[in-house]
């Protein structure tokens, strides 16, 4: 059998990891970039950069700084997303005390 396409990239399948916790986060749940990469073994600063490259086909929203604040880019669209979720937000951060993932 021959090996899946991301064998021998190391970056690669931190990426493909990354995207498949971030797909466990459950709807109206929200983690951590800190959270995500002790999950995967990386640190936040890889987890970050996994979701700005290609991370389009997973609830990226669903991931916020460790403080529950988001990044200004991205930051209008993520609370969209967020609040049609029911995500409890207060003066522009997420309450990760209310809906932090995982427990």
Known sequence: MADPPSAGHPALDVDE?????????????????????????VGPRRVARALSQGGGAVPWYRVVRADG???????????ELLAAEGVPVRNGKVVLAAVGWPG
């Open 69 to 79: 604040s988001m990044a200004e880019p991205v930051r209008v669209r993520q609370m």
């Open 17 to 41: 990891a990354v995207f498949d916790a971030v797909e466990e986060i459950p709807p109206g749940r929200v983690s951590t970039y800190g959270a995500i990469g002790r999950l995967v073994g």
